[in-house]
T-cell receptor, first 116, second 112 residues
Framework: NAGVTQTPKFQVLKTGQSMTLQCAQD?????MSWYRQDPGMGLRLIHY???????DQGEVPNGYNVSRSTTEDFPLRLLSAAPSQTSVYFC???????????????FGPGTRLTVL | KQEVTQIPAALSVPEGENLVLNCSFT??????LQWFRQDPGKGLTSLLL?????REQTSGRLNASLDKSSGRSTLYIAASQPGDSATYLC???????????FGKGTRLSVIA
């Protein structure tokens, strides 16, 4: 298993540009989520999904869109990049549901985004 | 709203010392608690997962305990090594389908 993969690893954007951060997992996990990590702020939840076709907002959703058309993929779209979105973005997944044995969350390696 | 606090924010110890990292949470009705390690510039690596019905989990030199009633968890690292230097994050989940709530982490330095 590749686990949770994220592309690209690094990206530089200009203010106003749009882009999509890719996240994929090959563990048949139902639950997926996106976080951003900033110095002194810790990890903050952007959006999450409990299964294909179902998404919900987290703590800091403004400026970001998500969709979940397949179990494997959960892309994060920046609609019009702003310098405040300069951050490291992490995708995570787990089995979800009520199975207490399988709710360990696994994280991808992250995407480091700079918006000029 | 669940809040997770980790104290201390940073810790420096000599190699070989046993140490304890602390995590506290405000709502004791948790589903599980997970400890992660993060190396500089890297992603999060899961260390231990404790379900709400469990009191502790062990993996090698690591032991995590959970006291739901007092809203606390500890991560015990035995015989620390320089390779243990990293940031350790604690996170709690309220159910299988809700997001984890993270603490801000403890940055550990183990000095050779």
């Amino acid at each position: 298993n590749a686990g949770v993969t994220q592309t690209p690893k690094f990206q530089v954007l200009k203010t106003g540009q749009s882009m999509t951060l890719q996240c994929a997992q090959d563990m048949n996990h139902e639950y997926m989520s996106w976080y951003r990590q900033d110095p002194g702020m810790g990890l903050r939840l952007i959006h999450y999904s409990v299964g294909a076709g179902i998404t919900d907002q987290g703590e800091v959703p403004n400026g970001y869109n998500v969709s979940r058309s397949t179990t494997e993929d959960f892309p994060l779209r920046l609609l019009s990049a702003a310098p405040s979105q300069t951050s490291v973005y992490f995708c995570a997944s787990s089995y979800g549901g009520d199975s207490r044995s399988y709710n360990e969350q696994f994280f991808g390696p992250g995407t480091r985004l700079t918006v000029l | 709203k669940q809040e997770v606090t980790q104290i201390p924010a940073a810790l420096s110890v000599p190699e070989g010392e046993n140490l304890v990292l602390n995590c506290s949470f405000t709502d004791s009705a948790i589903y599980n608690l997970q400890w992660f390690r993060q190396d500089p510039g890297k992603g999060l690596t899961s260390l231990l997962l404790i379900q709400s019905s469990q009191r502790e989990q062990t993996s090698g030199r690591l032991n995590a305990s959970l006291d739901k009633s007092s809203g606390r968890s500890t991560l015990y690292i035995a015989a620390s090594q320089p390779g243990d230097s990293a940031t350790y994050l604690c996170a709690v989940g309220d159910s299988g389908n809700t997001p984890l709530v993270f603490g801000k982490g403890t940055r550990l330095s183990v000095i050779a």
